[in-house]
């Protein structure tokens, strides 16, 4: 319920009695201006009038004090009706309000119960649910981890059996280039005792054979030499 | 003079020696002005080669001529260790020319380290012909010791 402050209506109502009392002097003193018009002189008719209105004007003060009096005594007794009402509704609106709360706390902790129920059961069968899930997938991962390993294994068995090849490959070539480095440093080595031997000999020979010749001995030798050089087809002028 | 006119005195020449020996004879019967006669030729000089001097060189132009075709006649160079004779030097001349050599001149030079054969070197080409390449070459076909050790 709205409550009414009487505070806020005090000057309306003192505004509403000074009008009235305004518009009550100003209509008296019409009527007697009408009346008196004809047989008093123009200043008593002023001091009359003037009197009558000071008169009128009294009354008003006290109609208006009067009514002043009344409007507050009756706007306090308004304000204390309202101030009792306002305590009564008030009260009544908390006992509502708390009836209301109450109430609405008595279903949230119901609801808050049926939900928490519900989440559970929800809760519970996810879990049941994630359990399952993780078992399944743990071991769909242990089968193809232990797949992966056994194609890893096979792998390295493979590869490790390419390293023995290529090693052993490797070391055979190596063994057969130092064989054959071997052989030809052997080879070149007797060739070049060969060479040595060859040198000593057609160098003994030449010098017993070149001293053991006659002049036409060495002049036959040369056409000999000469013709086989033109024989073999080596010499060529 | 014609140019197979030349060939042929150089075939006569035959040797480096000879040619300067010839050489020489061109210059006296130059400055003799012709008055030298076939007898007077050095001895050296073979009978063909002073008959062609005598009666084949008429005029300073033919001895100019000669004397050129002897400084520019090609050499076949032999070392040899001996000292070879004329009927040797003959012979081999005549194989030379056998195997097409033309306008040379063979020049004996003495080797005593070239034991038998010779050194031929001829316009630029050396070939060894000696004895010791030659028992060299036959030796080298015998590996004696790779092959027995091997």
Same mark, same amino acid.
């Given at each position: 319920m709205p409550t009414?402050?009487?505070?806020?209506?005090?000057p309306f109502? #003192? #505004?509403f009695t000074n009008a009235v009392t305004i518009v009550l002097v100003a209509f008296f003193v019409k009527e007697l201006v009408k009346e008196k018009s004809g047989g008093l002189s123009k200043k008593d008719l002023k001091n009359e009038s003037y009197q009558k209105a000071l008169k009128i004007l009294d009354e008003a003060k006290k109609e208006s004090l009067d009514i002043y009096t009344d409007s507050h005594k009756k706007a306090q007794e308004i304000i204390q009706s309202a101030l009792k009402v306002k305590n009564s509704s008030k009260e009544e609106l908390d006992?509502?309000?708390?009836?209301? *709360?109450?109430?609405?706390?008595?279903?949230l902790d119901k609801i808050s119960r049926d939900y928490l129920k519900s989440l559970r059961g929800t809760l519970m069968s996810e879990k049941d649910k994630s359990a399952e899930v993780?078992?399944?997938? *743990?071991?769909?991962?242990t089968k193809e981890v232990m797949s992966e390993i056994g194609k890893m294994k096979e792998n390295l068995v493979a590869k490790s059996a390419e390293a023995q090849k290529a090693i052993d490959e490797r070391v055979g070539n190596e063994v057969k280039a130092v064989e054959e480095e071997l052989k030809n440093y052997r080879s070149e080595r007797m060739k070049s005792v060969d060479d040595k031997v060859v040198e000593i000999i057609s160098s003994i020979a030449e010098k017993v054979i070149g001293r053991a010749m006659s002049l036409k001995d060495q002049q036959d030798f040369l056409m000999k030499v000469l013709e086989e050089e033109k024989r073999k087809g080596t010499l060529k002028l | 003079m014609r140019l197979n006119a030349l060939e042929e005195l150089i075939q006569y020449v035959k040797t480096k020696d000879r040619a300067y020996m010839c050489l020489e004879t061109l210059n006296s019967l130059e400055r003799s002005t012709f008055k030298r006669k076939k007898k007077d030729f050095?001895?050296?000089?073979?009978k063909d080669l002073r008959f062609f001097l005598n009666n084949r060189v008429k005029n300073r132009d033919d001895i100019e001529k000669s004397k050129k075709a002897l400084k520019e006649a090609k050499t076949l160079t032999l070392r040899v260790a001996f000292e070879p004779e004329e009927n040797f030097v003959e012979k081999l001349y005549k194989w030379f020319r056998g195997r097409g050599l033309r306008g040379f001149l063979i020049e004996f030079v003495r080797d005593e380290g070239v034991s038998g054969g010779c050194e031929l070197t001829y316009e630029g080409v050396f070939v060894d012909l000696t004895l010791k390449a030659k028992i060299k070459e036959f030796l080298k076909d015998k590996e004696y010791v790779s092959t027995q050790v091997l």
């Open positions: 009414i402050d009487v505070n806020q209506l005090f109502i #003192i #505004i006992r509502q309000y708390h009836d209301l *709360s109450q109430h609405q706390l008595e279903a993780v078992t399944k997938a *743990s071991g769909m991962i | 050095p001895k050296e000089l073979d």
